[in-house]
């Protein structure tokens, strides 16, 4: 309950700084899952192979936005650059930053591109129109995301998905309740379910579901967690707690989304997953009965099951051991 109030707090703070136009003094949390923070980049300054080709950021801003109309793009990115570098405090800097930023697009720099439009965020907060620069940040993060490297003649090359990883976690951290935050979370927990990083995918899709309960990908986030987990239980057969936690989050989702269009492939996980709960609790049962010798741990074993799982196939089997460990014991009893 506590994390819920706490993240509609910040909701409503992020929600307020957006309808100003400017970000607030106080950044919320990292989401669980997510990597640690970048550090912000050093300011940029005066240097001496960035000096501009003008007197004044006004002349310097028209210099460079010239060449760019000219097709000039190198030198204009360079005079752009050195805008920013000798009057970081002009309203023209954001201008000249952001220009740099998308010539770097252009010119297909992605992940440099994607660092110069952070920049703006990183020191020019509320001097530029946040939307625009988070759909850019979007878009590269998607190319990123789906780029091939390394290919060869007639090989292709391989996507690198993780590389995209720090790009949407950054979109997120930039502005939570902007509208495409949730499509850049589910993103991220994509890209860590596809890596088999099952745990941190289930836990981004979690966080998913209580930031952004309304959003499009609510549901399938909750799917997504379902899955996870499920796949944890299975990669660990003898966890029943891993099994436990998989059928919670799967009964959860049938709960919340009935009709989803994964509704019945949730169901079908459940159950296989209490399937698979009734065989530990059974094998623990025969265990207390076979291997250990315990009568009176078995039997309350097999209580459980038939407690836990009354339509189980093994039913009469567990209720026909009980009754021979009970007469068991009062054989014994009476010698």
């Not at 136009?21 to 899952?33: C, D, Y």
């Not at 004044?56 to 793009?73: D, H, I, N, T, W």
């Not at 899709?205 to 796949?231: D, I, K, M, T």
């Amino acid at each position: 309950m506590r994390r819920r109030l706490k993240l509609a707090v910040l909701g409503l703070a992020w929600l307020g700084s957006v309808a100003a136009g400017s970000l607030p003094a106080q950044e919320p949390e990292t989401p669980s899952g997510f990597s640690s923070k970048p550090e912000k980049p050093a300011r940029k300054q005066p240097a001496f192979f960035r000096r501009p080709a003008k007197a004044a950021p006004a002349e310097q801003l028209a210099y460079a936005e010239g060449l760019a109309k000219e097709g000039r793009l190198r030198q204009a990115m360079k005079q752009y650059l050195a805008l920013v570098h000798e009057w970081h405090g002009s309203p023209e800097a954001p201008v000249a930053q952001e220009a740099y930023a998308r010539l770097l697009m252009k010119r297909e720099d992605y992940e440099d591109a994607f660092d110069e439009f952070q920049y703006l965020f990183d020191h020019f907060a509320g001097s530029f129109k946040h939307d625009k620069v988070l759909e850019e940040q979007f878009k590269i993060a998607n190319v990123v995301r789906t780029q091939r490297h390394g290919g060869l003649f007639f090989f292709s090359g391989v996507t690198s998905p993780e590389r995209a990883l720090p790009r949407f976690e950054q979109i997120v951290r930039n502005a939570p309740q902007w509208e495409r935050a949730p499509e850049a979370q589910f993103m991220i927990g994509i890209i860590h379910e596809d890596a088999r990083e099952y745990a941190l995918a289930a836990s981004v899709y979690e966080e998913l579901q209580l930031r952004y309960p309304s959003s499009l990908v609510a549901a399938e986030a909750g799917f997504g967690r379902a899955r996870c987990l499920q796949r944890l239980a299975k990669d660990t057969p003898r966890d029943e707690d891993a099994t436990r936690n998989a059928i919670a989050a799967i009964a959860a989702f049938l709960r919340d989304y009935p009709s989803d269009l994964n509704a019945d492939a949730a169901r079908a996980f459940l159950s296989e997953m209490k399937a698979h709960l009734a065989d530990l609790y059974y094998e623990r049962a025969v265990f207390y009965d076979e291997a250990a010798r315990k009568p009176e741990a078995a039997i309350i074993a097999y209580r459980d099951f038939i407690s836990l799982f009354p339509s189980s196939e093994r039913r009469k089997t567990a209720e026909e051991r009980i009754k021979a460990l009970q007469q068991q014991r009062e054989i014994q009893n009476e010698k």
